[in-house]
């Protein structure tokens, strides 16, 4: 039984980042690639993958479609919470003032934290809600493509 589990819970993990790679995110899983990516110069954003029930589920179609906007992050990257824990804990380790939240957003600037969008926020909305929420903190950071 155990082992049918692992299996299965292997394929999630695999579909989930499947997902969020096939949309334009670059997977980071060291905390040296985190550290590199999240000082480039520019706006990041930073998706907190999670096979976290139903928000996760939310979180990535959101983090497909909020990107096709006139407006967006020059970068796109994830850590996948739960799996690359040294990759997910330096990730946050920029995210000040916010506690860890799975699935979520973390859009910075120049290394430095601009807005968060928590799993609160995301949990019980649909997707398209999310994607307005993302889209309304491009329009405040991001610069018009």
Same mark, same amino acid.
């Given at each position: 039984?155990?082992?049918?589990?692992?299996?299965?819970?292997?394929?999630?993990? +695999?579909? &989930?980042?499947?997902?969020?790679? @096939?949309?334009?995110?670059?997977?980071?899983? $060291? =905390?040296?690639?985190?550290?590199?990516?999240?000082?480039?110069?520019?706006?990041?954003?930073?998706?907190?993958?999670?096979?976290?029930?139903?928000?996760?589920?939310?979180?990535?179609?959101?983090?497909?479609?909020?990107?096709?906007?006139?407006?967006?992050?020059?970068?796109?990257?994830?850590?996948?919470?739960?799996?690359? +824990?040294? &990759?997910?804990?330096?990730?946050? @380790?920029?995210?000040?003032?916010?506690?860890? $939240? =799975?699935?979520?957003?973390?859009?910075?600037?120049?290394?430095?934290?601009?807005?968060?969008?928590?799993?609160?926020?995301?949990?019980?909305?649909?997707?398209?809600?999310?994607?307005?929420?993302?889209?309304?903190?491009?329009?405040?950071?991001?610069?018009?493509?």
């Amino acid at each position: 039984m155990s082992m049918d589990f692992n299996l299965f819970m292997n394929d999630i993990v +695999k579909q &989930a980042r499947q997902e969020i790679v @096939s949309a334009g995110y670059k997977e980071l899983k $060291s =905390s040296d690639e985190v550290g590199e990516a999240l000082t480039q110069k520019g706006t990041t954003l930073v998706m907190i993958n999670s096979v976290c029930g139903c928000a996760g589920g939310i979180a990535r179609p959101a983090a497909a479609y909020a990107v096709h906007y006139d407006k967006r992050p020059d970068h796109l990257v994830t850590v996948f919470a739960g799996q690359d +824990k040294e &990759a997910t804990e330096k990730a946050r @380790s920029y995210f000040t003032g916010f506690p860890p $939240s =799975s699935p979520s957003f973390a859009l910075l600037k120049d290394g430095k934290i601009c807005s968060m969008v928590e799993r609160h926020q995301i949990e019980g909305y649909d997707p398209a809600t999310v994607v307005a929420k993302l889209q309304q903190e491009f329009d405040k950071f991001c610069e018009e493509i």
